[in-house]
């Protein structure tokens, strides 16, 4: 990507339009390779291939002193940067949305910008706030000329009365009674707002997706000096230090196909499948590179958490909740949902134990190695699904 023009964003923080996103190529191979692993697996068995698993179990996974080194947290203050870039041709617009997927950055992002800007932002209202419509936190945008939302999934319920402060805070705001405000929010709770509230006319941007080839410069720079890595299912190199180097992408194109370019997701299989030689097998050959230098190995990229084919209606509904929320307390499940609580809490930790959630901050999400086949699951079935 063309990194010369001070007005172009350089990979991977190029900000779009939602319209412009485009997933990477290949994304609709990889989900196919996705529902046929899981249709040859109940077909066949689990047979593992021989070498693949002899290699695997020589490996370890890295510490997290080591994971925060070649694997750090992404810093998403240069998406904050293009976001301010990017709403330059936004000045007359009262609302501007920026969405990103589950693990996406929004919040950070739009929190970055207004950090960088003295920008005010608004206050999450309450779980009980919520629950009873209470406007307060949308009159507190009236005064300030700039104001700004990082996680508007956090300000509303699907409830009766959890929809009144984002219909209102969009009504004053389209009215031209609360100065500009830029919102960040999940993109799945955006699909729902646009249904539920209506969303005509306001500018949603968002992150443009990554090829393998930008996920290979970002985890590069970002591990500064990091030993080359290798996939255990081909042995051919994911990651080298030469940046001459060519043809050693194919598996990171396939993690950005799987991820649909976005680098919160892939961050996370990044992380999760890293791997490093046991203490005891640092001799062998198969575990060092060339040059004889200690190499790191990345699992199978498409191994992850898969929900069963016969994941039923309240699983499923629960899930498309959590997303269209971006995660809730337990408490708040009850309230947007027609089960009772015990089924809830009981669905809940059986998708818990699976893998397919995890508690963050004391609300429960869809983890980010299920997100794929959850959304997948969503989409055959007919839910509403992101645009991203």
């Keep these: 990507m063309d990194q010369g023009p001070t007005n172009a964003a350089p990979a991977p923080w190029e900000v779009v339009e939602l319209e412009a996103f485009q997933t990477p190529q290949h994304t609709q191979a990889s989900q196919w390779k996705r529902s046929w692993r899981v249709a040859t697996a109940w077909m066949l068995g689990n047979r593992a291939d021989r070498r693949q698993a002899a290699l695997e179990s020589e490996l370890r996974a890295?510490?997290?002193?080591?994971?925060?080194?070649?694997?750090?947290?992404?810093?998403?203050?240069?998406?904050?940067?293009?976001?301010?870039?990017?709403?330059?041709?936004?000045?007359?617009?009262?609302?501007?949305?920026?969405?990103?997927?589950?693990?996406?950055?929004?919040?950070?992002?739009?929190?970055?910008?207004?950090?960088?800007?003295?920008?005010?932002?608004?206050?999450?209202?309450?779980?009980?706030?919520?629950?009873?419509?209470?406007?307060?936190?949308?009159?507190?945008?009236?005064?300030?000329?700039?104001?700004?939302?990082?996680?508007?999934?956090?300000?509303?319920?699907?409830?009766?009365?959890?929809?009144?402060?984002?219909?209102?805070?969009?009504?004053?705001?389209?009215?031209?009674?609360?100065?500009?405000?830029?919102?960040?929010?999940?993109?799945?709770s955006y699909a729902f707002l646009k249904q539920a509230v209506g969303l005509e006319g306001v500018p949603v941007l968002t992150l443009q997706g990554l090829e393998g080839a930008q996920l290979a410069d970002y985890f590069s720079q970002a591990a500064g000096q990091c030993p080359p890595v290798y996939s255990t299912r081909t042995r051919q190199p994911v990651l080298e230090d030469s940046p001459k180097q060519k043809g050693v992408f194919k598996e990171l194109q396939q993690l950005a196909a799987h991820s649909r370019g976005h680098l919160g997701i892939a961050w996370h299989y990044w992380r999760e499948r890293l791997r490093e030689p046991a203490e005891d097998a640092r001799a062998h050959s198969g575990n060092r590179s060339d040059h004889g230098e200690t190499s790191l190995w990345l699992l199978d990229t498409l191994a992850d958490a898969e929900l069963p084919a016969d994941t039923g209606d309240l699983a499923t509904l629960l899930l498309h909740t959590l997303l269209i929320h971006g995660g809730l307390e337990d408490q708040a499940l009850a309230h947007v949902l027609p089960f009772s609580e015990h089924e809830i809490v009981s669905v809940r930790f059986?998708?818990?134990?699976?893998?397919?959630?995890?508690?963050?901050?004391g609300r429960w999400q869809v983890a980010p190695l299920s997100y794929a086949s959850v959304r997948q699951l969503l989409e055959s079935r007919h839910y509403l699904v992101d645009p991203l």
């Design 62 to 188: 890295l510490p997290e002193v080591k994971l925060a080194h070649w694997a750090p947290s992404v810093d998403w203050t240069p998406a904050a940067m293009s976001l301010h870039r990017a709403l330059a041709a936004y000045q007359e617009a009262p609302l501007v949305l920026f969405v990103s997927p589950p693990h996406g950055g929004h919040a950070d992002i739009v929190g970055h910008w207004a950090g960088q800007h003295g920008i005010e932002c608004l206050e999450v209202p309450t779980f009980a706030e919520r629950m009873a419509g209470e406007l307060a936190w949308v009159t507190a945008a009236a005064p300030a000329k700039r104001w700004a939302i990082p996680a508007l999934e956090r300000h509303f319920l699907r409830h009766a009365y959890g929809l009144q402060g984002v219909r209102a805070l969009v009504e004053r705001a389209q009215g031209g009674r609360l100065g500009q405000g830029v919102l960040g929010c999940d993109s799945w």
């Design 350 to 361: 059986a998708l818990a134990s699976r893998g397919m959630l995890h508690c963050h901050q």
